[in-house]
């Protein structure tokens, strides 16, 4: 049994030291990528394929177990996600300047949100949905936070407290900027 395990751990250093896909074990892995395009698109397929199932059956998205109720996802699974979004939100807040609005300073975790710099962040934010899942929905926030840790953190956006974002994007400006006479 040993042996056996010794040797598809070696097999798998060999692949992956010859760049060559650790799945297939044939074609050339995309640069920084274990897998090579083709075992990557067959597996994001499977998996988009087996989550839609899950969806219809109304069972959790992720491990196919029974749903919270009022959730797509499973307890465990929704504890699991939860502090994963919380840790990706406390990368980007540290990669945007900190866990702070950078209008008015306000710095509860729980109202703050990325603010767009130039603008157009809630139409990026219903692409970045649809593209996703085909649909705009309240996943938008979270897809937003994962894309920009995909990303590695693109310039251009900065931390907002929510009033400050909304009043940005109705005014154009926040209040908090506008001149006092
Ligand atoms: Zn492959
Ligand atoms: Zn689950
Ligand atoms: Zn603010
Ligand atoms: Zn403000």
């Known amino acids: ?6 040797a598809t751990i070696s097999r798998y250093g060999e692949r992956v ?10 074609r050339k892995v995309v640069p920084g990528k274990r897998r090579c395009q083709h075992c990557i698109d067959a597996a ?19 491990c196919g177990k029974k749903r919270q109720a009022g959730f797509v996802r499973c307890q465990k699974c929704l504890d699991t996600h939860r ?17 702070w609005c ?20 809630l139409r990026h934010r ?8 085909g649909r705009e929905g309240q996943i938008a926030g979270t897809s937003f936070y994962l894309w920009l840790k995909r990303n590695n953190f693109p310039p251009g956006y900065q931390v907002l407290c929510w009033n400050c974002n909304f009043a940005k ?3 154009g400006i926040c209040p908090h900027q506008r001149p006092k006479t």
């Open 1 to 6: 049994m040993a042996r056996k395990g010794r």
């Open 44 to 62: 994001r397929k499977k998996s988009a394929e087996k989550r839609e199932a899950w969806r219809e059956q109304g069972v959790c998205v992720h």
């Open 126 to 133: 219903r692409e970045l949905a649809r593209t996703r899942d």
């Open 17 to 26: 030291k010859a760049g060559i896909c650790y799945t297939c074990g044939k």
């Open 102 to 121: 950078a209008c008015c300073g306000e710095d509860t975790r729980e109202f703050l949100t990325v603010d767009h710099i130039d603008g157009g962040g």
């Open 83 to 99: 502090r994963h979004i919380v840790n990706v939100k406390t990368a980007i807040f540290d990669a945007y300047g900190g866990a």
């Open 169 to 171: 994007g109705a005014f």
